[in-house]
Nanobody, 113 residues
């Protein structure tokens, strides 16, 4: 049974940092491309970052240099380290396994100015 559970969201001031976690069960994250998406109210869901099974990473231009996607294979968990947060980063953040399009429930990130 594939499950993805995000955690780590919350309220943070602009310029602050937050680390999101995506705990996976039912499969091994190192065998799959994993990604973080976000969606703000009234806006399209957008791809933020992705990591391939081989460890290659991708970042949206809007977060490049500020966010880092990683995984801990021993914990079977994918992370999104978010630094230098901006109010425009405010959104619900979702973890996704690309194969099969499995989504987590999302975790809310709010960045205050």
């Amino acid at each position: 049974q594939v499950q993805l559970v995000e955690s780590g969201g919350g309220l943070v001031q602009a310029g602050g940092s937050l680390r999101l976690s995506c705990a996976a069960s039912g499969f091994t994250v190192s065998n799959y491309e994993m990604a973080w998406y976000r969606q703000a109210p009234g806006k399209e869901r957008e791809l933020v970052a992705a990591i391939s099974s081989g460890g290659s990473t991708y970042y949206a231009d809007s977060v490049k240099g500020r966010f880092t996607i990683s995984r801990d294979n021993a914990k079977n968990t994918v992370f999104l380290q978010m630094n230098s947060l901006k109010p425009e980063d405010t959104a619900t953040y979702y973890c996704r396994r690309s194969a099969g399009s499995y989504w987590g429930q999302g975790t809310q990130v709010t960045v205050s100015s």
